[in-house]
């Protein structure tokens, strides 16, 4: 089992940024991918950042990509996503996803939240104008 708690999350202005934090306990040695995801009102959710734990390869979709960042700190058990240059499409509720299975579909699968087997409670980003 590995528990997650996100924080970080709040109001912003279109072109601010924001730090998501992802705090992993648990079996937390045997994660092999981490993702955040978020789901706006009376949509699918959407992966919007992926990592390997082992080797760092990161996937970020187009719609994000060159704004948002993913990082982990091993030694806090922690994984991060920066949000940079923000914008009203990006409001939604944001949440943390580990998985310690094999990955099927290929590198990019890692953004499918079907992939995942625990997931946060979630961490509000309201985006405004």
């Known amino acids: 089992q590995v528990q997650l708690v996100e924080s ?16 992993a306990s648990g079996y937390t040695y045997k994660t092999r991918r981490m993702g955040w995801f978020r789901q706006a009102p009376g949509q699918e959710r959407e992966g919007v950042a992926g990592i390997y ?3 760092g390869t990161t996937y970020f979709p187009d ?3 060159g704004r948002f960042t993913i990082s982990q700190d ?7 996503l920066q949000m940079n240059s923000l914008k009203p499409e990006d409001t ?4 943390c996803a580990a998985d ?3 990955l099927y579909g290929g590198g990019w699968a890692i953004l499918l939240p079907d992939r995942y087997k625990y997931w946060g409670q979630g961490t509000q980003v309201t985006v405004s104008s």
């Open 8 to 23: 970080g999350g709040g109001s912003v202005q279109a072109g601010g940024s924001l730090r998501l934090s992802c705090v």
């Open 53 to 55: 734990t082992v080797g």
């Open 63 to 65: 719609s994000v990509k």
């Open 74 to 80: 091993n030694a806090k058990n922690t994984l991060y």
């Open 92 to 95: 939604a509720m944001y949440y």
């Open 100 to 102: 310690d299975g094999l």
